[in-house]
């Protein structure tokens, strides 16, 4: 769109997340969500969060971040609330060794996920259905009351309760509550952006009328929003935010980096494990983790829906027919996919879906190894195939995940399939 200079016109860009961003034909105007304020961080150390295994197992070492050098910091405590790093993460074995260094880990979550197993401290959270909220997004219409619905179950606290306990003990209560409850504080972020709206033009209603009617639906705009319009219109009064205040192809500020992985342009660099590369020789398959349709992420992996999509209990895998023929494999059987960072067990489904040498195994299965005491050697039992994957950085630019550049080796089970426990109250 930008060689042929459509950007900025209506139908000329470029779209992304069809499949799983409801903004996609559902305008609203573009009026700011209810949301708390941040406040400030005394600490001004902080990691790309795909380089959290690194940190933890290399403290005190630089390394190369969008230009800068900087350090890993010594990290004595984990805090994880919210996010579930033992299913999104990468090469999950050398996680759990990585996991093991900190003094403390204590983990705040609504289930007892994989992550909050490996919780030295686990403070069971309060989910949406028993407290009062205040629900939206910047691309969903709806502004929504989200009326407690149940009690707490056993010791569970909301996530403001637990803060506020906290910040008591820690001497700064007044600084994080700032004098309000939780329910002052719903109001409070709604009026905010009430206020914000009434200056766009838009009038929402008090907030207590809000609450008995359960929501508020952002009008649409006038005009549909056309991204990078006004830069079309102005590109000099509406500057981009670039060294250039353009649209940059090649971005001399990267180049400048020096960086061997990343060049001021985009490049095709060889990865270290596709099916041109010499490790194919030894795991000729080529693994795409994608996201599942049976849950968000790893979210809802222990509720009907993902439990009824499993094969004998794990998650479903699937393999180009010749691939399966090969391997003597076919639907419903239960597979050890692996390589040298891992193994797990996979049940089959043979289609002509995938390409021949590849399969595809989707993300979200609950980290389960049979030894947790030993996982590095241990058979993880699930189907997570974040034990397989490279932890490793995209580039020094960008420091992300590469999870899709995975090799593995695909072949029959035919021991005692293990029971999965991950779903069970941990002993």
Known sequence: PDLANHCGQMGGGFGFGMGSVNGMGNPRERTPSPTLPAGVNRSDSWIPVARIADMLLHPGEPYDFNGEERVYPDTRLIYWCGGNPFHHHQDLNRLVEAWRRPETVIVQDIWWTATAR????????????????????????????????????????????????????????????????????????YNVSRQLASRRGVEMPG?????????????????????????????????????????ELFSERVAGFGYDDCPGYAAWRE??????????AKYPLHMLSNQPKTRLHSQM??????????????????????DA??????????????????????????????????IQFPTGAWFDPLDRKSP???????????VLTRDEGTSKLGQGPSAHSALVQVERYDGDLPEVTVHQKPV
């Open 118 to 189: 490996h919780a030295d401290i686990a403070l069971p959270a309060t989910t949406t259905l028993e407290r009062n909220d205040v629900g939206s997004g910047g691309r969903d219409p709806y502004i929504i009351a989200m009326h407690k619905a149940a009690e707490p179950v056993a010791d569970s606290r909301s996530d403001h309760d637990i803060f506020t306990s906290l910040s008591d003990r820690m001497g700064f209560k007044e600084a994080f509550t700032e004098g309000r409850t939780e329910r002052e504080w719903l109001e409070h972020i």
């Open 207 to 247: 907030f207590d009328q809000f609450w008995e009617n359960g929501h508020f639906k952002v009008p649409k705009p006038a005009e549909p929003f056309v991204m990078l319009s006004d830069f079309r219109a102005d590109p000099d009064e509406r500057a981009l935010n670039t060294p250039s205040g353009k649209i």
């Open 271 to 280: 990865p270290k494990e596709y099916l041109g590369s010499a490790a194919a």
């Open 301 to 322: 992996d222990a509720g009907g829906a993902s439990r009824r999509s499993k094969i004998k209990g794990r998650e479903p895998m699937w393999i180009n027919t010749d």
């Open 325 to 358: 023929a090969a391997r003597d494999l076919k639907d419903g059987d239960v597979v050890r996919v692996f390589n040298d960072r891992g193994q797990t067990l996979a049940g089959v489904i043979v289609s002509d879906i995938v390409m021949p040498g590849v």
């Open 376 to 386: 590095g050697a241990a058979l993880e039992k699930h189907g997570n195939p974040n």
